[in-house]
């Protein structure tokens, strides 16, 4: 074979594999003999030689994936690929030298990712291929009564939804080793004690700047007393370790903080290995430079944390990365907190996390918002401090200029609804309406015959007199000859005008009476209103949708015709759920 198709081979099975995560034969075989198209006599050997190379590099880890992209200069393209998506979103960091800018994300795998997380882990990411470098995933997973493998796998499988491709993942529980070793560095040195106080006693001497009387203990006593608390010898909120801070700063972070505790439970990666535990505070800074981190981004609500961490780096003499903060990004209408919406979870005010009036990254993926919209929406806040609490339409409308293209049109008729029986110029019809008025997207083909009953918006033919006429939407003029109520149900009658659409005719959507399905839209609503759970935050709409609904799939994205755009939730017995996407 020759050498410039294996090399080909090589080349696309690779930049498949990185871009995708996996490599599949099928998705490259095409693009590597579109370039060699004088050996097409060839495909049944290319396309062997293509599955034993995609066999070999999906059996790669990690980084021997990345050492053979470097080889073939593929790492280089396809973060190219990705600077280029987002090119007109410029993010300077400070101190940046180009190809060695390395950030980290470090989610706690203690619930779902949300709004805010989008913004921090697209700033993390965006920001190293804005220099060539890369980005960490790591977990601080440090609490073992919150972290759970279950959120670690949802954490993975929401960042690689937006398209995020960490160069390694990491667990802060693996190091905890190494963070004992540093805690009893600094104790020697004197900047940390064990206290034995009560969590009372704690907090009531930091507001009165009142330093400990445990301060007192020599460095090998708090040596013995912290390799007691490693041991296990004490019992939670029996001893913590403790920061020589300084009690006279303004900054009351500063004020003698927590390094260590006890939590004694079961952890979901080291099992019943550990019962002394790190705070973020601490093993943040230190992970941060042991990991090779140049530049930690986090948001502002930790830059009075700022002096504690460069100050533990400091005294452990450790390579200080630069801390870059950003403002905090929330919705409005929609909290971020854990605090808030765990309560409405647990009495069942909201569906759980990825109810669609939440702001989770789960929420939105089944509300039908795309990924891109996610990333462009966050990404054009920058790293700006300026707090920011947008409303959801800035989102919605970056989402709607993504989907209206491949969105296909269907015919909904909410409740309350009216029926029209057509007399029609013949006595069978066949109608094929385009999926989308612009877009290649297929038709479907509607029969109807002389008589036939179809249902049309209330609203639409309440206010009519007989004589008036209207368009029903891809079908044909109708003018209304008769309309009377009929066991609360407006009832008309109608016949169809031969000639061309008047001017300001209306157009109305419509479906046939007997093959009408039944559907209901749930319409997500801001689910706080000045800082209360509002009641009627969700709001649904029952009416009918056409026959063809019932072919499209779960999570397909449709634009109900003057209504809006839904997706496809789930298919029920009696009906079909759609979710209200946006307008």
């Not at 160069?167 to 034995?196: H, M, Q, W």
């Not at 944390?305 to 452990?316: A, P, S, T, V």
């Not at 559907?519 to 009416?543: D, F, H, Q, R, T």
Request: with cysteine.
């Amino acid at each position: 074979m020759d050498e410039e198709i294996i090399k080909e081979i090589k080349y696309q099975v690779l930049k498949n594999a990185l871009e995708y995560k996996k490599a599949d034969a099928n998705k490259v075989i095409g693009k590597i003999i579109s370039q060699f198209p004088d050996k097409k006599n060839q495909i049944k050997e290319i396309l062997e030689l293509t599955k034993k190379e995609v066999e070999r590099i999906n059996s790669l880890n990690p980084e021997e994936l990345e050492q053979e992209a470097k080889k073939y200069n593929v790492q280089k393209e396809v973060e190219k690929k990705i600077k280029e998506d987002f090119k007109f979103y410029k993010i300077n960091l400070p101190e940046a030298k180009r190809g060695e800018v390395i950030t980290r994300f470090p989610p706690e795998p203690s619930g779902y990712l949300h709004i805010g997380h989008a913004k921090a882990i697209c700033l993390d990411y965006y920001a190293a291929l804005e220099y060539e470098g890369k980005m960490l995933l790591r977990f601080d997973d440090t609490n073992p009564q919150k972290a759970k493998q279950e959120y670690v796998d949802l954490i993975k499988k929401e960042i690689e939804w937006l398209g995020i491709q960490p160069y390694k993942e990491s667990y802060s529980s693996d190091y905890i080793p190494t963070l004992y070793n540093y805690a009893k560095e600094i104790i020697k040195l004197g900047r940390a004690y064990v206290c034995n106080c009560s969590a009372q006693e704690i907090k009531e001497n930091r507001i009165k700047k009142i330093r400990c009387s445990c301060t007192r203990k020599t460095s090998s006593k708090n040596l013995e007393d912290f390799q007691a608390m490693i041991n296990g010898e004490y019992n939670q909120a029996e001893a913590i370790l403790r920061f020589v801070g300084d009690m006279e700063s303004e900054n009351t972070v500063m004020h003698d903080p927590t390094l260590f505790r006890i939590i004694k439970a079961f952890h979901y990666r080291q099992k019943e290995k550990y019962v002394c535990w790190p705070t973020y505070d601490f093993a943040a800074p230190i992970l941060d430079s042991i990991e090779g981190v140049t530049h930690a981004m986090r948001s502002k609500e930790y830059e009075l944390r700022d002096e504690l961490y460069y100050k533990i780096l400091e005294i452990l003499r450790l390579r200080k990365p630069t801390v870059v903060s950003f403002s905090r990004l929330a919705i409005k209408g929609m909290p971020v907190s854990k605090r808030l919406i765990t309560p409405l979870i647990e009495q069942k005010l909201v569906e759980g996390y990825d109810d669609p009036r939440l702001p989770t990254l789960a929420a939105f993926r089944r509300r039908g918002i795309k990924a891109e919209a996610i990333k462009e929406f966050v990404l054009a806040f920058g790293l700006t401090k300026v707090e920011s609490e947008p409303n959801l339409e800035k989102l919605l409308a970056i989402n709607k200029k993504l989907i209206d293209g491949s969105s296909q049109r269907r015919f909904f008729v909410p409740w309350p609804y009216a029926k029209i029986k057509l007399q029609l110029l013949t006595e069978f019809r066949q109608l094929s309406i385009k999926n989308h008025p612009i877009s290649n997207l297929g038709q479907r083909i509607i029969e109807i015959k002389n008589g036939q009953i179809v249902y049309v918006p209330a609203a639409d033919v309440e206010n009519l007199k007989e004589g008036e006429r209207i368009r029903l939407k891809d079908f044909c003029s109708i003018v209304i000859t008769k309309k009377e109520m009929k066991k609360d149900e407006l009832y008309l009658e109608a016949k169809e005008i031969s000639g061309g659409i008047l001017e300001n005719e209306k157009k109305i959507q419509w479906v046939k009476e007997d093959e009408k399905i039944l559907a209901k839209v749930y319409i997500p609503k801001e689910l706080y209103v000045e800082e209360k759970y509002n009641p009627n935050s969700l709001e649904i709409v029952e009416g009918f949708v056409e026959k063809s609904c019932q072919q499209d799939k779960e999570g397909q994205i449709v634009q109900f015709e003057r209504f809006g755009f839904v997706i496809l939730d789930k298919k029920e017995d009696s009906y079909l759920k759609y979710i209200f996407s946006c307008k």
